[in-house]
């Protein structure tokens, strides 16, 4: 099969076609970014954080891909700018890494010219008052893992600094369609919301634009 978050896989997907894709990014250890979901690069049993730029380009994948450069990514995104992406950035071993790592992520898309078709998302709530300090403009999606998850009310103005936090069990979402009404009002575009398998079926029926299927 074809290796996720390679420029194979963005193709494929552009082909299908989708509304919007979802990538990973990683920082290895001499502060390069590369896009992979890791931390563990399969056959080598290494954390990707832990290798330098030129050791993770030189792995090759298990569908034979290699790991690409967010210019390459974005070359082949550029194909089809009817079709929105939304990068999530990895956490790091500390938060002056995860600062580093936006830092280093936002000058790359700025260079590329790419701010007008990402939206960012991430597992670090130190990365998305980062983005918005840096670039407050710029739509983020805070993302929180488990039954229970800390869903965190973006307000209209992005303001992450004073959005109150609350728990709710997706499985809530699933029974409460009002939940979905509420969560685009304070997200605008989107919805990112993800479940199991067993699940699937459920999240079809509240008609979705788009859905990101996981093994859990």
């Keep these: 099969g074809i290796d996720e978050n390679t420029v194979e896989s963005l193709a494929y997907a552009q082909n299908v076609p989708v509304d919007f894709v979802e990538f990973d990014v990683q920082m290895t250890s001499d502060n390069k970014i590369i896009v992979f979901h890791g931390p563990k690069v399969p056959g080598i049993d290494k954390d990707i954080r832990e290798m330098t730029f030129a050791q993770a380009r030189a792995v090759v994948l298990p569908g034979g891909g290699r790991m690409p450069t967010l210019k390459e990514w974005f070359d082949q995104a550029r194909k089809h700018p009817e ?13 002056d890494r995860d600062r580093q790592m936006v830092r280093l992520v936002l000058k790359e898309v700025k260079k590329l010219k790419a701010e007008d078709i990402v939206d960012y998302t991430t597992f670090s709530i130190t990365m998305c008052r980062e983005i918005h300090r840096l670039d407050p403009s710029a739509k983020i999606l805070f993302l929180q893992s488990g039954t229970d998850v800390l869903s965190a009310e973006i307000r209209p103005d992005h303001s992450l600094h004073t959005a109150e ?4 069990h997706r499985s809530a979402v ?13 997200t605008a575009d989107q919805l990112h919301l993800t ?11 509240l008609a979705l634009k788009g859905v990101r299927e996981t093994g859990h």
């Design 165 to 168: 936090p609350r728990h709710l």
């Design 174 to 186: 699933i029974k409460n369609h009002r939940y979905i009404r509420v969560g685009r009002r304070h």
């Design 195 to 205: 479940f199991g398998h067993s699940e699937m079926r459920s999240v079809v029926a």
């Design 83 to 95: 079709i929105r992406v939304i990068m999530e950035l990895k956490k790091n071993f500390n938060h």
